[in-house]
Each structure stands twice: as C-alpha cells, then as structure tokens.
C-alpha cells in the first residue's frame, strides 16, 4: 500500500467530489466556454466558470470587493507566472527576485535578462528567508517588479509577506506573489497587501486536478500587461486585435473546463472543510515528522529546524546515501512516495546548502496519517542505521 509524501508537487489523493465534477461535466455538460448557441448547456458551461471566477476572487481578496472580471484561469502557476513576467517586463525594466524562487520565476526572467532587462537576485538566508531589510536597500535603487514565493517548495519556509508589501507599496514597486505553496493553506487577501498579481495553482492545497490555475489581477497591473497568447475567445469575433476587456485579454483558446470543474468541487470542499482546519491538521502531521527527523543519526536537514514560520514540506541528506538511492529504498520497501533531485529551484540548493547533491523532499498532507508518518519515519531510522549497509548510487 502506498504511503503517499509528496504532497508539495501535488496533493494526493483528491477529494471526491473531485473527481465526480469533472466526470459529470464530460458526461452531461461538456459545451466549450462562449462557444455555443446559448442553450441550457452553453449556458451551464458559462455559469460554472463564472461562479468559479467569484469564488477564487472572494478567496483571494480580490480587487472592487473580489470583481471576478480581474480572475484569469491558467494551466497552473508556471503559465500564469509567465504570463505576469513576460507581459508587463521590457527591455531596459529591472525586476528584483529572491535566491529561493522555482524555475517558474527565475527561467523567465533569464529569458527577459537576456533580452535586456536587469535582473537582481537578493539572497536569502540559510532557512531560506528574506530579510525584509535587504529588500528594502535594494529598492531604495529603482526597480520595475519585484516577484517573490509566499513560501518554499524545497524547506517550507513562510516569507513575511506583510512586511514585503508594505515595502513595495512605498517604493511603488509592483509586488507579484507565487503562492503555489500557499493558496489552500494560508490566508491571502490581494487587495489589502495591494498586489500587482497573485499566481496560483489548483492541484496543491487548493485540492485541485492537474491543469488549473490562474492568476488575481490588480486591475490597472492587468491593463499594462501584454497577453501572451492572442486568438479566439468567444467575445468580439469581428475584431481582428486581441480584447482589452478582462478576463478575454488572457484567456484565448478553449479552457481546461474538465478541470475547472473539478477546481470549483474542490474550492467548495475546502470552504467545507476549512482553510484553518486543514492547515491545522498538516502542522500536526508535520510538526510530529519534523520531530523525528531531527533524531535521525547521520540526518543533513535544510531550513528551519522549528515547524513555526514554515510550511510540513522537509528536504534532508541521509549520511552515505545519495537522496536517488535513497527515495527508491523507501518506495521499494515501503511503498513511501517521496521526491529527491534539485525540485526544479537551484538557487534554493544553492542557498540551503545543498546543491549540487540535491535532496529528498518529504511533504506530509491533509489525507496522511499519523500511522503513516511512523512508518516513514520508523523507515528512515533503519536506513540510518550504522547496521544498514550503505548504498550508493552516482549521477
């Protein structure tokens, strides 16, 4: 039976109605979005992305009291990050980012560094926090954008976000978040930290499929901004230029309704069950794992040694083990699902203190269990074992 710790890459498994969403839109609805004839199915693909539209912007704190018109749907962060980027950043603009971004952030951005754009990248320290201060040296100096995880998807660790914001709102620097982390977990109100955007994702916390996201316009950010793709979108097909109108301007082709579907089931759980409930439960699985882990003979762990200030997400080295070996011996023993490598953020490795080698992630989530955590544990304890022969495996 899998034992299933990885939920930072994506939560698993889904709440029911879930999956039952987005079987009964292809079975009994199935119509494309603006598409149709305005018949009773048309109509019901519309209200489903509407209603949608309001509930993450009521979520998120949207802007003119959570308009959904500033809700665009992406296929996850990563698009919606580079529409963000790509969109408002020029040639000869700087953007300023920290050294704990995902390859979301920081490939654009060398993309738009090459073209021209100054790119600075404030480093974070060893528990991978942002130090507001060096943040608000750096744009005593002008700066275009700054863009920032609200936590770490390699130790967990939580930015404070107020104080960033408050930064960027007297330097007038527009403030971009990556709350692929922390939407579904943490509060967030777009509005009030006046964010430029705010890029989502569906399938972690949110309790989403694969396929979904978007991003929480502030609405004269979204009007600076270019579309990254142009084409049909179901409004003012006479025209031959992409709409200026919200959401048409970042919404060309057909959505991914099937997961939309599935997102508003899960946003719908999630106001069930509760934000505060859920948080609740993963600190406690985390804060018992993390409790264990820090008694492992021969353990390397990154980030923050307290569950306070960070999210149940633990990266770790065990002594004479290569992480690859490592994540295959509990699979292959324990049916325990893990993540080894680089996590697709480098310069996370890099501040952390464990680049080149990499890591095994550990990320506990709400459908875990208790007896679960002490068999990963209990696992990780026999493997760290002097009696336990070495394994090796090279790269």
Not at 192 to 221: E, M, Y
Not at 236 to 255: M, W
Not at 285 to 298: H, Q
Request: hydrophobic share 40%; net charge negative.
């Amino acid at each position: 039976m899998a034992i299933y710790l990885n939920n930072a890459a994506t939560t698993w498994p889904k709440p029911e109605p879930v999956a039952r969403a987005m079987y009964d839109f292809l079975i009994s609805g199935g119509a494309n979005l603006a598409r149709g004839s305005a018949a009773r199915r048309d109509l019901k693909t519309f209200n489903l992305v509407g209603d949608l539209r309001e509930r993450v912007a009521t979520l998120f704190g949207g802007y003119e009291g959570g308009d959904p018109r500033y809700v665009t749907f992406t296929s996850g962060v990563t698009e919606a990050l580079n529409i963000v980027l790509k969109g408002y950043l020029r040639p000869g603009m700087r953007a300023v980012t920290t050294s704990m971004e995902h390859n979301s952030v920081i490939r654009p951005l060398r993309r738009l560094e090459a073209q021209g754009m100054e790119l600075t990248i404030l480093r974070c320290d060893g528990k991978g926090r942002l130090d507001p201060l060096v943040l608000k040296r750096r744009l005593e100096e002008p700066a275009d954008l700054f863009v920032l995880a609200g936590a770490s998807n390699l130790c967990g660790a939580i930015q404070d976000l107020e104080a960033v914001a408050e930064i960027c709102r007297e330097r007038k620097v527009p403030l971009v978040v990556d709350a692929a982390q922390t939407a579904g977990l943490l509060p967030h109100d777009a509005e009030s930290l006046n964010l430029a955007a705010l890029c989502f994702t569906g399938h972690k916390a949110l309790q989403g499929p694969q396929g979904t996201g978007g991003i929480v316009w502030r609405p004269d950010f979204a009007q600076k901004c270019l579309p990254l793709v142009e084409g049909g979108t179901g409004s003012r097909s006479h025209e031959e230029h992409q709409p200026d109108v919200l959401p048409d301007k970042f919404e060309s082709g057909t959505p991914n309704l099937p997961g939309l579907a599935g997102l508003g089931a899960a946003l719908e759980w999630l106001e069930t069950e509760g934000i505060d409930k859920v948080r609740r439960r993963e600190e406690s699985l985390g804060e018992r794992l993390l409790e264990g882990l820090k008694e492992l003979p021969g353990v390397s762990l990154y980030g923050s040694s307290e569950m306070e200030g960070r999210l149940p997400v633990f990266t770790l080295n065990l002594k004479n083990f290569d992480n690859d070996a490592l994540a295959c011996e509990l699979a292959r023993r324990w049916g325990i699902e893990t993540r080894p490598g680089i996590h697709c953020a480098p310069l996370a490795h890099q501040t952390l203190g464990s680049f080149p080698q990499g890591a095994l992630r550990l990320s506990p989530g709400y459908f875990n269990t208790e007896e679960e955590i002490e068999v990963c544990l209990e696992a990780l304890r026999e493997l760290a074992s002097p009696k336990t022969a070495t394994l090796r495996s090279g790269r």
